[in-house]
């Protein structure tokens, strides 16, 4: 086997979809995921010990609570609570006469979530193991119900959103995170090169635009929509920007079963396509790593 044919295996293993890779543990059989869902939930399993380090994550979390306007006394949903970001920013905001509810597919990343709950001594955060399209609360539950970095991986987004709408107080708002089509350099090329195998179905669809955004939530009913754009694009080196093809940065794209049946040979050449692509973009300052970001939100009616 090649150097490079090791690298690319490792790159398509690296976002879980080796099915003898899934960490069978009991709690998540018990939420019976999909294939799909299961690829996420490994990932996200894996990524657990160190996603903390990640400043990003940190931001963006950060950015979504301080959007939603979180006032003491609100019951707040966190859909893919990861390692508790949302969660434990939003308890600290509603204080003891509210209550936070934080939910996610992976076991490792709530591990970590309620370690860091216990450790703050937060007694008004529950934690649950859960699927954020199969949810089953009461109507009129919640003040605020967010998501951040994860509502792109959502199977049926307007179909989440309307099920999250019944779940909402009214005149409640929901919020969620997503990347713009033109970030994070090493997806936007890898999947343009992948959908010319027709493996990829694009992350950013349909949430890439600040329009897109804003006809999603209209499409589910919501009311007062607004879209807030930021920007938290940096430069990195060539070589950062490569080593993309392999770590496990990013969350589980949809890639179908055509990308195992690419031959060695094949991927060798999507992986050359993708080198050479980065070091076109190369300049002075390094290879601008666009992160240009929405924080949508729309409103249920009265």
């Not at 090791?6 to 059989?29: D, P, V």
């Not at 939603?68 to 990861?82: E, F, K, M, S």
């Not at 969660?87 to 509603?94: G, K």
Request: glycine share 6%.
């Amino acid at each position: 086997m090649t150097e490079v044919s090791r690298l690319l295996k490792a790159f398509i293993m690296s976002l879980g979809f080796k099915k003898q890779l899934h960490l069978k543990s009991l709690m998540t059989k018990q939420l019976e995921l999909n294939d799909y869902k299961q690829q996420i939930a490994d990932v996200y399993n894996r990524r657990s010990h160190n996603y903390d380090e990640s400043e990003w994550h940190l931001r963006i979390a950060h950015r979504l609570v301080e959007y939603a306007q979180i006032n003491p006394g609100y019951d707040v949903l966190d859909i893919a609570t990861g390692t508790g970001h949302v969660a434990i920013e939003a308890a600290q905001r509603v204080r003891a006469s509210g209550r936070i509810v934080g939910v996610d597919i992976s076991t490792q990343m709530l591990s970590v979530a309620r370690r860091k709950v216990e450790a703050l001594n937060l007694s008004n955060v529950e934690l649950q193991l859960a699927d954020a399209e199969a949810l089953n609360f009461p109507s009129n539950s919640f003040d605020r119900i967010l998501c951040a970095n994860a509502f792109p991986l959502m199977s049926d987004m307007e179909a989440t959103l309307r099920q999250w709408m019944r779940f909402l107080k009214p005149n409640g708002l929901v919020g969620f995170h997503a990347l713009a089509d033109t970030a994070l350099v090493g997806v936007v090329i890898w999947q343009k090169i992948f959908e010319k195998y027709g493996v990829l179905q694009q992350l950013s669809e349909p949430t890439g635009t600040v329009e897109k955004c804003h006809n999603l939530l209209e499409r589910a009913g919501f009311k007062s929509i607004e879209i807030k754009t930021e920007q938290y694009g940096n430069y990195i080196s060539l070589e950062e920007a490569k080593q993309r093809w392999t770590i496990s940065s990013y969350p589980a794209p949809k890639f179908s079963n055509t990308l195992f049946q690419l031959s060695s040979e094949q991927l060798e050449h999507i992986k050359a396509e993708f080198d050479a692509q980065l070091e076109a973009l190369v300049t002075e300052h390094g290879i601008w790593n666009d992160g240009t970001s929405f924080f949508a939100f729309g409103r249920k009616g009265d």
